[in-house]
């Protein structure tokens, strides 16, 4: 089982461009939820996805959008990058409504906005 | 949502026992006490999860209290492996059954030889 998994690794962009980054969840899991984590923080809940449609959303602006597909891989959109942005960005995956929290955290991307 | 807070750092020597209190005042009833672990540039990994009294696993032991009000994390004889930062979070289910998962800044673990 390879766990969670998000592409790239790495992303240098600058302001305004916009940048997709994508994550496939651990095995038998539906749900997927995406996280941004500034240096030194904690990771901070941007939404989650679940049968095709975001279900939950955190505190972020309409800049950041997302996709599930049937195979229940994810995308992460952002548009009109700001310097701000730059963070580790993480996917984690559970199964539907389990009772508690846990979820599979992947590597995360590391976006660096100039 | 339950807020928590837990000490921002804590220092210990290697092969000593480490206990991390987090405190969560308006916990819910239905609410589940998670702990994750993280190591620089890694995502968070799952140690534990418990709802009430003693919760124990291969790697580490909770402790909750009867009013769950608080919690503590206990890893027995950490070795320099186990410097990481670690954070405490509270179950939140919506009414739709999902959850949203609020972490904190953590508890930053540093491990001297």
Known sequence: DAGVTQSPTHLIKTRGQQVTLRCSPKSGHDTVSWYQQALGQGPQFIFQYYEEEERQRGNFPDRFSGHQFPNYSSELNVNALLLGDSALYLCASSFGTFRGNEQFFGPGTRLTVL | LAKTTQPISMDSYEGQEVNITCSHNNIATNDYITWYQQFPSQGPRFI???????????????FIPADRKSSTLSLPRVSLSDTAVYYCLVGDIDSGGYQKVTFGIGTKLQVIP
């Open chain 2, 48 to 62: 534990i999860q418990g709802y009430k009294t003693k919760v124990t696993n291969e790697v580490a032991s909770l």
